[in-house]
Nanobody
Framework: QVQLVESGGGLVQAGGSLRLSCAASGRTFSSYIYVMGWFRQAPGKEREFVAAIPWSGSTDLTNSVKDRFTISRDNAKNTVYLQMNSLKPEDTAVYYC???????????????WGQGTQVTVSS
């Protein structure tokens, strides 16, 4: 079992920044094995992949955020971060932390999800 707990969401004006954090724990969790990432779900829309990062190596971000968001992780703390800059109203969504041993599945149907944290960007 893997537990994922997000924090850092909130209300911010357009152009502002937020940093989301997600702490992973659980008997079966290992930073060496799990790829971690973020999804989001805007009101009335389906969940969409945002970003992913393996234990080491290159990161992956969806095109709509590639120039504004950065994903990073601290393997010693089993924590992944999403730094969001130049936020836009269309970034408003519930953001979910995800983790999966598969680098492919973490982008499509990850096994493990956090409870989500709300990000609201006002215009």
């Amino acid at each position: 079992q893997v537990q994922l707990v997000e924090s850092g969401g909130g209300l911010v004006q357009a152009g502002g920044s937020l940093r989301l954090s997600c702490a992973a724990s659980g008997r079966t969790f290992s930073s060496y094995i799990y790829v971690m990432g973020w999804f989001r779900q805007a009101p009335g829309k389906e969940r969409e992949f945002v970003a992913a990062i393996p234990w080491s190596g290159s990161t992956d971000l969806t095109n709509s955020v590639k120039d504004r968001f950065t994903i990073s992780r601290d393997n010693a703390k089993n924590t992944v971060y999403l730094q969001m800059n130049s936020l836009k109203p269309e970034d408003t969504a519930v953001y979910y932390c995800v983790a999966d041993p598969s680098g492919v599945r973490v982008r499509t149907a990850p096994q493990n999800w956090g409870q989500g944290t709300q990000v609201t960007v006002s215009s």
